[in-house]
């Protein structure tokens, strides 16, 4: 039996005097696709990013309880929050290329870490392009601008620079919302791919994505989580009658 | 791998940080070593009489100089120049805001107009007072009214008056329209609603509402004008003159000026040093007086608005 | 009842029908009025380069002439001169001119017949109004070598511009070489690296700093910081092009830090947060991401920076050391535009020609920061489309 590779205990989280998160218990399996649901604003996104501590960006907050990734509180004053966020990696709901060119794009992670060698980021971003399939349609264009590309292509690109510094996990705030369906369908397509190699938590507040894309759902309401189980088990028999109302489609 | 702090110390970072902190710490300590300096060496010499006496002997005497024809030509100089300044400003901002289509080529050009009145060299401006005004307009009238008698065609209150109020016509342009820009939509759209013309809207709605914000803008021009000097030294202002000025076609005494012509033109520089310090101590507090009381106009106009 | 159907489908009892279009032919008028008054702005501009063009006119055009041709002028041709032109060969002032009668006039036409007999040199048949003289060095009579000389008040009136333009530029580039890395260094900590209750403290210490007149700024840098300065680098002209420089750094560190600031804000924040993620520290994100982001408008910024400090008058007018001479050295004293304009304009003939040279200084220097205020508004507005485009 694998070890977790986010455990969380009891966690509790406060946007100034506003709580946002209560008790929270879940544990994250490696190489498996875990999704949070629920409806707008119940706390999925706050959690993710309390993963990678981008909530540190946001003044005010504050966050009691254990937060382990192997088995490490992220929150523990000896750790280096920089070090946290290369191993735990975030794709936005918003694709966010930087105004720089394809390569650069990919290789920003890599440099920031020191890496200068031609042929190493060279092969690495390859390498990474490859596994967003992005490959094929960038190969051509790689020192081209990335904002001339489109919102699919776009969000595939944020996903190659995330993983182009191989992280053990891969966030992802609702990274399709702002895509059409064709564009959706190739992203869905990439996750069970990565699978394999990493560790995904997606954010999602459309049902049938998680039915399809995920191992483990984690259904959140008003800050609770109400159930976290196998997808399977939470869209077809699940033991809560929130959950079952949820996933039916009778709120949210 | 692991998330734990890194053993090196990450210089790079430090370095970033020490340099633009210092850059922002060097400019801090400029300005207070600078105001510092003046307040310090500038305290000694404002009395009460330095601030209301005149100056008729003992110019260069610490012991008896003041300053108050001095203060009084410039805030008569300011004082004439906002009336020119604060209506052209305020119908122009109101046009821009409420009016203009905002891609259409004029308002563009007016936009680009008004951008540029901003970068004109200060000294351009005095070239500009004396072509324009004192010779052109000041000529023509004397023609048309005097028959080439000297009435206007010379350094006068007017001229440098008219001057300053182009300097400082897109800031007050400026600071209305942000005002006029945050009076919501809302309010516009209920009084259009209820049958009011635009017009009347403006008048009567939109206006009064960015009262505070047009008032900053004259504030802020006011400010500028009390403390040019390259503008006025060929339009009005003068060194020494026995009267204060009763009419607008009087020379004027000015701060700016007298700190100007102290400091350059001054026989013993160690004895004016009190005097030149108190001056521009002085000119520095009139500054920032009118610029706080626009402030706290600006304040009290606001919380009437919303408690009134 | 008798009811007109008009294009409103209110119809208004008979009394209001009359009041209304009135009132809007009176409301017409005034929004026509404030159309008018808002062209004001351009017809400004547009009257600010005339005027001052229109002085300078007859030098650009080539109609002044001060060369003295070895023939003078007899007394026949007098009568037939313009006063201005009359003055000028006699070498006295228009007001003066004017007083004189006939009698004496002609005393000193015969008086200046005789001087020029005398007085003829190679430099004296040059017209040193002309462009050419303006722009090129000339080795005049007891030089060596030959030179750019400004020297308005002289037996030889030399009116070369040269010199002053390059004090302006070295007066100006002293200041950039202060103020960029400064306001930009700032700008950044402010933006990118300070907590926002910093940002508070210092945005208005930056505007206190706009808020000095330059006047109190030429005082300070006249006083104490030429002291200063002369005590660091051991230097024998007290006033010159570095203590010049250095107080007008100080005018431009608000245009600098204002925009520069501005621009490092408005980069969309998910540039920034995409960074992070993946890990990047915060000088990082800001060196490698925001201010590449920012670029145009630290540019214009700069741009800006650039047109105010080469317009500025009073600082230059009292802490250059105002000689008007050609040196690379920042430890020289130099002569700006502007100050030139501001010192000698006190003490021209009106109508002559260093009135009117001086005109055309101002002409120039308002094209100068037409243009650069053009591009730095350019720019700004660019930058405001792409960042726009990009969301």
Redesign the interface.
């Known amino acids: 039996m694998d070890k977790p590779i986010i455990q969380i205990t009891d966690a509790n989280f406060w946007y100034g005097a506003k709580q946002a998160l209560f008790d929270v218990n879940v544990s994250i399996m490696p190489h498996q696709t875990t999704a949070f649901i629920g409806p707008s604003g119940c706390g999925k996104s706050t959690l993710l990013r309390c993963l ?1 501590r ?1 909530n540190d ?1 946001i ?1 005010g907050t504050r966050v009691t309880g254990r937060i382990a ?2 088995d ?1 509180d ?1 929150n523990a004053p ?3 929050v ?6 735990i ?2 794709v ?1 709901q ?1 694709s ?5 060119s394809v390569f650069d794009n990919v290789a ?2 890599l440099r ?2 020191g890496m200068t060698d031609k042929t190493e980021l060279e092969a690495r971003v390859v390498k990474s392009l490859k596994k967003a399939a992005l490959w094929e349609e960038v190969k051509d264009r790689l020192h081209e601008s990335a ?1 001339m590309m489109s919102g699919g292509q776009q969000q595939r690109l ?1 996903i190659a ?2 993983i182009a ?1 191989e992280p ?1 996990i891969i966030l992802m705030d609702e990274p399709c919302s702002a895509l059409d369906p064709t564009a959706t369908a190739k992203i869905e397509e990439l996750i069970q791919d990565l699978e394999k190699d990493y560790t995904i938590i997606i954010v999602t507040h459309n049902m049938q994505q998680a039915a399809r894309c995920s191992d483990y759902t984690a259904f959140f309401y008003l800050g609770r989580l109400i159930e976290f189980d196998a997808t399977n088990k939470i869209f077809t028999n699940p033991t809560n009658k929130q959950t079952e109302d949820y996933v039916t489609g009778r709120f949210g | 791998m692991t998330i734990l702090r890194a053993k090196g110390y990450d210089w790079r970072s430090t370095a970033f940080h020490a340099v633009t902190l210092a850059a922002t710490a060097l400019i801090v300590l400029a300005v207070i070593v600078i105001i510092g300096d003046i307040v310090w060496h500038g305290a000694k010499q404002v009395s009460w009489h330095f601030v209301t006496g005149g100056t008729k002997e003992g110019m260069f005497d610490a012991k008896t100089a003041g300053v108050f024809p001095m203060i009084f030509g410039t805030l008569a100089l300011v004082l004439l120049m906002t009336v020119g300044v604060v209506p052209v400003g305020v119908i122009t901002a109101v046009y821009l805001t409420e009016y203009a289509k905002s891609l259409s080529p004029i308002t563009r050009i007016i936009r680009s107009a008004i951008n540029n009145l901003a970068g004109v060299p200060s000294i351009v401006f005095g070239l500009f007072g004396l072509g324009f005004f004192v010779q052109f307009v000041g000529g023509g009238l004397d023609q048309m009214f005097y028959g080439g008698e000297l009435h206007y065609r010379k350094p006068a209150l007017i001229w440098a008056a008219a001057t300053m109020a182009i300097m400082t016509l897109p800031v007050v342009i400026v600071a209305t329209e942000e005002a006029l820009r945050a009076v919501p939509n809302g309010l516009r759209e209920a009084s259009l609603a209820l049958g009011a013309t635009k017009l009347k809207t403006i008048w009567k709605i939109v206006l009064p509402e960015a009262l505070p914000g047009v008032l900053t803008g004259a504030i802020l021009a006011v400010g500028r004008g009390a403390g040019e000097v390259a503008p006025i030294m060929f339009t009005g202002a003068a060194y020494y003159l026995a009267h204060l000025p009763t009419n607008w076609t009087d020379q004027f005494m000015h701060l700016g000026y007298h700190v100007f012509v102290l400091s350059t033109q001054s026989p013993d520089i160690e004895r004016t040093k009190p005097i030149l310090y108190g001056s521009v101590l002085v000119l520095l507090l009139v500054t920032f007086l009118l610029n706080l009381t626009g402030v706290l106009v600006r304040a009290k106009i606001r919380s009437r608005l919303r408690h009134g | 009842m008798n009811e007109r159907l008009t294009t409103d489908t209110v119809v208004l009892p008979k009394a209001q029908r009359r009041r209304t279009p009135r009132r809007r032919w009176a409301e017409w008028l005034v929004e026509r009025g404030i159309f008018l008054v808002s062209l004001s702005t351009i017809l400004m501009v547009f009257l600010i380069f005339a005027f001052v063009a229109r002085e300078a006119l007859p030098v650009i055009l080539r109609k002044t002439n001060n060369a003295r041709s070895a023939t003078p002028v007899t007394a026949a041709q007098v009568s037939t001169m313009p006063p201005e032109q009359l003055a000028t060969y006699l070498g006295v002032t228009i007001a003066d001119l004017k007083k004189y009668n006939a009698e004496t006039v002609k005393a000193l036409v015969e008086l200046k017949a005789e001087e020029l007999s005398q007085n003829v040199s190679a430099d004296s048949r040059v017209n040193t109004t002309s462009w050419g003289w303006m722009l090129r060095a000339r080795q005049w009579v007891g030089y060596d070598k030959p030179e750019y000389i400004w020297q308005p008040v002289s037996e030889i009136p030399k009116y070369n511009i040269i010199p002053l333009f390059i004090g302006s530029l070295k007066a100006t580039l002293i200041a950039l070489i202060f103020s960029v890395p400064l306001g930009v260094g700032a700008a950044i900590y402010v933006s990118q690296l300070a907590k926002p209750k910093i940002r508070e403290v210092i945005k208005p210490v930056i505007e206190l700093l706009s808020g000095i007149p330059s006047v109190v700024l030429g005082f300070f840098a006249l006083l104490v910081l030429a002291s200063i300065l002369q005590g660091m680098f051991h230097y024998s002209s007290r006033l010159n092009a570095l203590v010049a420089g250095v107080a007008l750094g100080l005018t431009v560190i608000p245009v600098i830090f204002t925009i520069s600031e501005d621009a490092l804000s408005t980069v969309p924040s998910g540039y920034g947060q995409a960074a992070l993620a993946l890990g990047a520290a915060p000088w990082q994100v800001a060196w490698q991401i925001v201010l590449p982001a920012a670029l145009p408008g630290v540019f214009a910024a700069c741009v800006l920076g650039f047109g105010r400090a080469i317009g500025e008058t009073m600082i230059v007018l009292m802490a250059s050391g105002n000689a008007s001479i050609m040196s690379g050295s920042i430890f020289d004293s130099c002569r700006t535009i502007t100050a030139t304009i501001a010192a000698e304009l006190a003490e021209v003939v009106f109508g002559g020609n260093h009135y009117r040279i001086l005109f055309l200084l101002g002409a120039l220097l308002f094209a100068v920061t037409f243009v650069t205020n053009l591009v730095g508004d350019v720019v700004v507005h660019r930058l405001k489309r792409k960042l726009e485009g990009a969301r």
């Open positions: 990678n981008m960006l003044l990734f192997n490490h992220v000896d750790v280096d920089i070090e946290l966020r290369k191993q990696g975030m936005f918003k966010n290329p930087f105004p720089k920003y992670g920031i870490q904002l944020c620079r995330a510094v053990e």
